[in-house]
């Protein structure tokens, strides 16, 4: 039985250290927009401010609802950088065929 207990208390430990949660807190963009009513706006535009597309995919990762947010998170970065390869991440449909539109003409 002693074995058992301590293959468990593992297995839980490994749980929390990989678990979205404890990568949520080594990310400062997270921490100062977490607790905001319009959470994932709010981290859209940090992301914005610093123009860092790769951040735009911590949206759906913290987020998995908010498709819309990261398709404008992407399609604002691409607009400003007249990156039309910033519009492929897009999951959202309107979002992606608007960036197409106005980035990629």
């Known amino acids: 039985m002693n074995g058992f207990r301590w293959l468990w208390a593992l297995a839980v430990g490994v749980m929390?250290?990989?678990s979205?949660?404890?990568a949520q807190t080594d990310d400062?963009?997270?921490?100062?927009?977490?607790?905001e009513v319009r959470a994932p706006w709010c981290y859209q535009e940090a992301v914005e401010k610093r123009e860092e597309p790769e951040l735009c995919e911590n949206i759906?990762?913290?987020?998995?609802?908010?498709?819309?947010v990261h398709g404008w998170c992407y399609y604002r970065l691409a607009w400003k950088k007249r990156d039309c390869s910033l519009c492929k991440p897009i999951v959202h449909d309107q979002v992606?065929?608007?960036?197409?539109r106005?980035?990629?003409r």
């Open 96 to 100: 992606k065929a608007l960036c197409r």
């Open 60 to 68: 759906l990762r913290y987020w998995p609802n908010a498709a819309g």
């Open 16 to 18: 929390v250290l990989w």
């Open 20 to 22: 979205p949660a404890g």
């Open 102 to 104: 106005e980035v990629c």
């Open 28 to 35: 400062p963009i997270y921490v100062q927009c977490r607790d």
